[in-house]
């Protein structure tokens, strides 16, 4: 198998463009997805706090190291800053939490996980209390973990344009990496413009549009099985999911597809071999629907909350 290209990132950098997705994946699963995904050659490791699941990516990640499959600095190892770390002086804190869980001496990319930052403390039923921190505060800190050498770069993930143009006007670094929901039932295509236009790449969460999430509703229909895919993946013989992830890359930009399942994990990274024509590609991009499966609703109330219309603060 011939190894995927890289992008480079603002920094001077290098992106796998795909990586291995860890949300919605228990311990042991995420243990053997990772030592799986590292034999098939996967170097991109997409991970957070909040998944709760870092201590077994570092597992296998040291599992596959020990045993000569990688080295380090071949490895591409992401993680993200929760919203209730968003104060100045949880950020480094949360961010030790991560790289102790994973086992390493670095992070290759630290994203902020949402523009929206939440209290420690919780309300009596549990729910999250908002914070009014700015998130130029919280990214005027993760600054500081590149100067001190504990993370290579630093991005965002879920903001929306307003917000990245203040981090590009207000910060010191210019955040290489903007983390957002793209698949063909959404394809933002005007912030992937702004992010490209900006030197920021685009890395798609939930490529497939995240079928397996707990709320989705039980006659949603799934994007793997829209007809137009399918007949795409047909001519191509290739598999829906495989269709999907080249559109990604076709369209510049990175892809983090999650799977448990050994022949899925394999197949996500088998899309170097072939390329859509301008006639499909245009048939997919005309899939969009502006389907946001996780548009996190809960959060709307929140003055940072990225998806309003017409977004201003």
């Not at 990132?9 to 860890?22: D, F, H, R």
């Not at 201590?55 to 591409?76: M, P, S």
Request: hydrophobic residues 35%.
């Amino acid at each position: 198998m011939s190894p995927l290209t890289s992008k480079k990132l603002n920094n001077g950098y290098n992106i796998s463009v795909i990586g291995l997705g860890t949300w919605k994946s228990s311990d042991e699963e995420v243990k053997t997805a990772v030592e799986t995904a590292i034999d098939c050659g996967y170097k991109h490791i997409d991970c957070a706090w909040e998944y709760g699941n870092e201590e077994f990516v570092g597992e296998a990640i040291q599992n596959k190291i020990k045993d000569k499959t990688i080295q380090r600095e071949d490895l591409f190892v992401t993680s993200k800053l929760w919203n209730d770390h968003h104060e100045p002086q949880y950020v480094r804190e949360a961010f030790m939490e991560s790289l102790g869980r994973l086992k390493l001496e670095y992070l290759d990319l630290y994203l902020m996980h949402f523009p929206t930052g939440y209290k420690k403390e919780k309300k009596e039923d549990g729910d999250d209390i908002y914070s009014e921190v700015d998130y130029i505060t919280t990214w005027v800190e993760m600054e500081k973990l590149v100067a001190e050498g504990l993370v290579r770069s630093i991005g965002v993930s879920n903001f929306n344009q307003f917000q990245l143009r203040r981090v590009l006007t207000e910060g010191n670094i210019k955040p290489v990496v903007n983390q957002i929901e793209v698949h063909p039932y959404l394809t933002s295509d005007d912030l992937v413009t702004f992010c490209h236009e900006n030197d920021i790449v685009v890395t798609a969460f939930s490529p497939f549009a995240s079928p397996d999430r707990s709320w989705a509703p039980k006659e949603e229909k799934r994007l793997l099985d829209d007809p137009i895919l399918q007949e795409v993946a047909k001519d191509n013989d290739k598999s829906p999911a495989q269709i999907v992830l080249r559109y990604l890359l076709q369209r510049g930009l990175v892809a983090i597809p999650k799977s448990k399942t050994p022949s899925r994990i394999k197949s996500n990274i088998q899309v170097d071999s072939f390329e859509l024509s301008e006639d499909d590609m245009k048939k997919i991009g005309n899939l969009n629907k502006n389907f946001r499966a996780l548009a996190l609703e809960y959060d709307l109330p929140h003055k940072y909350y990225p998806w309003k219309e017409n977004y201003t603060e």
